[in-house]
C-alpha cells in the first residue's frame, strides 16, 4: 500500500472542522513521566481547545503546564477520480494541535467556552448557571502549533501475477 499525505495550510478551512467535528482524542501528561489519552468533546476558540473534565482521579494526575496533544480524525469519501484510477484503501483529513495543557481561571472566559459547548452540543443557548453545573471544569491547550493533513492510502497493483 502506498500513502500520500498532504499538510492542508487552509487556516479558515481547518478552523471550519475544529468548529464542527463533535470530538477528538487528548494526550496529556501525567505524574511518573506518563501519558493519558482519552476521547472527549471540545470547543475550538481563540485557537485553542477547550475541554471539560469531571474525573477527579484524573485531574489529580495530570501534569499541568506539560506538553499536551489534541488530535481529530475524520474519514473522508474518496474523490471518483481516485476510486476509478487507483482504488483507494482509505482517505482521512486529521488535525493535531500542540502546546501546554492549563486550567481556565477566568469567569468570563469560562462562562464564554460553556455557552460555546452548549450551542455546540444542543443548539441551545445557556438559560442558567445550573444546566452547566454538570460540565465539570474548565481545561484548555495553549497551542503552540496547528498541523492538518490529507491522507489517501492507496492499493498498489502488482505488474506480476501469482500462479
Do not use: H
Not at 464542527?20 to 494526550?27: K, R
Amino acid at each position: 500500500m502506498e500513502k500520500k499525505t498532504k499538510v492542508i495550510r487552509d487556516l479558515s478551512l481547518v478552523e471550519n472542522e475544529l468548529s464542527s467535528i463533535q470530538s477528538g482524542v487528548l494526550a496529556v501528561a501525567i505524574q511518573k513521566d506518563t501519558l493519558t489519552q482519552f476521547a472527549t468533546n471540545f470547543v475550538y476558540q481563540n485557537k485553542n481547545i477547550f475541554v471539560f473534565i469531571t474525573n477527579d482521579e484524573l485531574l489529580r494526575t495530570i501534569k499541568f503546564n506539560s506538553p499536551a496533544k489534541f488530535t481529530i480524525l475524520k474519514e473522508k469519501n474518496t474523490l471518483k477520480e481516485l476510486r476509478d484510477e487507483q482504488d483507494p484503501y482509505y482517505r482521512l483529513f486529521y488535525i493535531v494541535v500542540t502546546g501546554l495543557f492549563r486550567e481556565v481561571e477566568e469567569k468570563k472566559i469560562i462562562n464564554d467556552i460553556k455557552q460555546s459547548y452548549i450551542e455546540k452540543y444542543s443548539g441551545k443557548l445557556l438559560i442558567n448557571g445550573k444546566a452547566t453545573a454538570s460540565l465539570g471544569k474548565l481545561y484548555f491547550i495553549d497551542s503552540e502549533e496547528l498541523l492538518a493533513f490529507d491522507e489517501i492510502g492507496l492499493k498498489i497493483l502488482s505488474q506480476f501475477k501469482v500462479s
